[in-house]
């Protein structure tokens, strides 16, 4: 009985930095979205643009890193802000399912409210990070092809 105590105390203590990841998680999708709609708009007015680094002195590896590296936090994103989403859930429905248990209704929709919304921003955040990452994938394989074919080295 000690040990499932502690474990739903330990669980209880994570429930505010799980809130805080999946806020911050829902932030930095928001961000990425305003970054990426910006990126759109400036490939857009000029076709031309290229957010990989220019130049015949820069090595087909380095743009391939280059590009892995500004693919990689939305990719990180879209797989964190969904497992952040889910421990958001299940922390509150412990107490929330005591309360059904009781009889306790104000609690027990406190707890279901809490519990969902959680994973509501993680989701949202997930699914706006995986767009984003989508097209900057498409985005940045597009400006390495032409990269290549500039180089002689793709058809």
Known sequence: MMLEA????????LLWPVSLGVLACFAAALWALGRT???AW???RDPRW???PQGDEVSLDALELAAMRQLEPMRLLARMAPLL???ATMIPLGPALAGVASGDGGS???GFGNAFSGVVLALAAAAIALAVHSLRRRWLLSELH????ARG???
Do not use: N, P, S
């Open 146 to 149: 032409a990269v290549r074919l």
């Open 6 to 13: 502690g474990m739903a105390q330990v669980a209880q203590w």
């Open 85 to 87: 989403g889910l421990i």
């Open 50 to 52: 290229r957010c990989l």
């Open 42 to 44: 400036q490939r857009w």
């Open 108 to 110: 027990t929709l406190l």
């Open 37 to 39: 709609l910006a990126e």
């Open 153 to 155: 080295l793709a058809q």
